[in-house]
């Protein structure tokens, strides 16, 4: 029988990405770095496809070169939960989190860059009230273009792990999600205890 650790569904993923797309690339000879990603969902909110850029003094330009596969690793919420938080100094302590890991094939595409860079723009900047614009960099824009290029990840195979009190007590729940500071992992283990929680 699954773990309750292991069921999720696309959506999870999809939210997991878009809230939290800083992510570990890892090449297959090892070379790893942290690239904002943004993922790419069909009509059935399955994740198909990662969009970013890395400049190209990264060294994973030279690992891609070759051998395309990589992992891609995203963290979402985490954190230590004291018993403290439990209300029960006889219960053990655990962290909380959530994460996936996602097995890709890495496409190097120059023609790709501008549109990799806006679709990150235009994610990030959305919360703002006046979002930036490339515009404003005026002539530096096209000068900082040839330092780097865009890149597309075919997803293979996607999996995650949401730890997030699914386990506990509705009791223990409760008492972890009415003490614990961390909001975020708050809103997640709300989440994924949908009918064993009391209303906030």
Do not use: C
């Not at 939290?20 to 969902?41: K, N």
């Not at 190097?108 to 990030?124: D, F, G």
């Amino acid at each position: 029988m699954a773990s309750p650790f292991e069921q999720y569904d696309d959506g999870d993923i999809r939210s997991l990405i878009e809230e939290y797309p800083l992510a570990w690339v890892v090449a297959a000879d090892g070379e790893a770095s942290q690239l904002p990603l943004i993922g790419i969902f069909d009509a059935n909110n399955r994740l198909t496809e990662l969009i970013g850029h890395y400049a190209l003094t990264n060294p994973l330009g030279a690992s891609f070169a070759a051998d395309t596969r990589a992992t891609l690793l995203f963290s979402g919420p985490n954190d230590y939960v004291s018993p403290e938080h439990a209300g029960n100094r006889q219960w053990g302590p655990t962290w909380n989190y959530a994460n996936a890991r996602i097995t890709v094939d890495i496409s190097v595409e120059p023609e790709l860059t501008e549109a990799a860079l806006q679709l990150l723009i235009n994610k990030v900047e959305a919360k703002f009230a006046q979002p930036w614009s490339v515009d404003e960099l005026g002539d530096r824009y096209q000068a900082m273009l040839p330092r780097i290029v865009g890149f597309r990840a075919h997803v293979k195979q996607v999996v995650g792990r949401f730890k997030l009190g699914q386990d506990e007590t509705p009791e223990t729940l409760n008492h972890i999600l009415a003490n614990i500071p961390n909001a975020e992992l708050v809103d997640w283990m709300r989440r994924f205890n949908q009918g064993r929680v009391e209303e906030a």
